[in-house]
T-cell receptor, first 112, second 117 residues
Framework: QKEVEQNSGPLSVPEGAIASLNCTYS??????FFWYRQYSGKSPELIMS????GDKEDGRFTAQLNKASQYVSLLIRDSQPSDSATYLC????????????FGTGTKLQVIP | DGGITQSPKYLFRKEGQNVTLSCEQN?????MYWYRQDPGQGLRLIYY???????QKGDIAEGYSVSREKKESFPLTVTSAQKNPTAFYLC????????????????FGPGTRLTVL
């Protein structure tokens, strides 16, 4: 089982719709969760971080965390063509220095 | 402007050559990291450094070397021992006092694309 799993996609949504991106992780000791956006040929950009169960909203983005189910998701409301990118889920264990483990990413395509 | 810079943007290496990738930051970040990204794969950690003059191997350190003589700089050398070096190399850093906390956000430079000829 991979440490961090994402559906590679592509996930296609029409412009203006809600895009839902999902991520599962294997280690119950994980405490920190991050979503990065990566445009083709570019480096990842941090868009959301979440540390406790529930929802965290930032503009059109909402991160959702369910530690009992070992599941974290990212919702993008009012999707725009400029949101078309690969979204990387990243997970960090607690306690001292622990590496951040990245998923392979989900490619999102927003259709105008 | 504050940020993380990497150079060169593109690098071509011949078989048997060592090459060095530059990573510089002026954000006063303590921890710095090197990752490798291959098509369709997640980021894999090569080396990391939490403080000057100290660094640790990541998951795929074989064939790579680093140094951390200055807080601002963390160069990566890809040696001839690395058998499949063609990849996108990403440098990242973490704000002060965050690397050992739960809040280990990492911020990335623009990357260097290395191709072996």
């Amino acid at each position: 089982q991979k440490e961090v799993e994402q559906n590679s996609g592509p996930l296609s949504v029409p412009e203006g719709a809600i895009a839902s991106l999902n991520c599962t992780y294997s280690d119950r000791g994980s405490q920190s969760f991050f979503w990065y956006r990566q445009y083709s040929g570019k480096s990842p950009e941090l868009i959301m971080s979440i540390y406790s169960n529930g929802d965290k909203e930032d503009g059109r983005f909402t991160a959702q965390l369910n530690k009992a189910s070992q599941y974290v998701s990212l919702l993008i409301r009012d999707s725009q063509p400029s949101d078309s990118a690969t979204y990387l889920c990243a997970v960090k264990l607690s306690g001292g220095y622990q590496k951040v483990t990245f998923g392979t990413g989900t490619k999102l395509q927003v259709i105008p | 402007d504050g940020g993380i810079t990497q150079s060169p943007k593109y690098l071509f290496r011949k078989e048997g050559q060592n090459v060095t990738l530059s990573c510089e930051q002026n954000l006063n970040h303590d921890a710095m990291y090197w990752y490798r990204q291959d098509p369709g794969q997640g980021l894999r950690l090569i080396y990391y450094s939490q403080i000057v003059n100290d660094f640790q191997k990541g998951d795929i350190a074989e064939g790579y070397s680093v140094s951390r003589e200055k807080k601002e700089s963390f160069p990566l050398t890809v040696t001839s021992a690395q058998k499949n070096p063609t990849a996108f190399y990403l440098c990242a850093s973490t704000p002060p006092n965050r690397a050992e906390s739960s809040y280990n956000e990492q911020f990335f430079g623009p990357g260097t694309r290395l191709t072996v000829l």
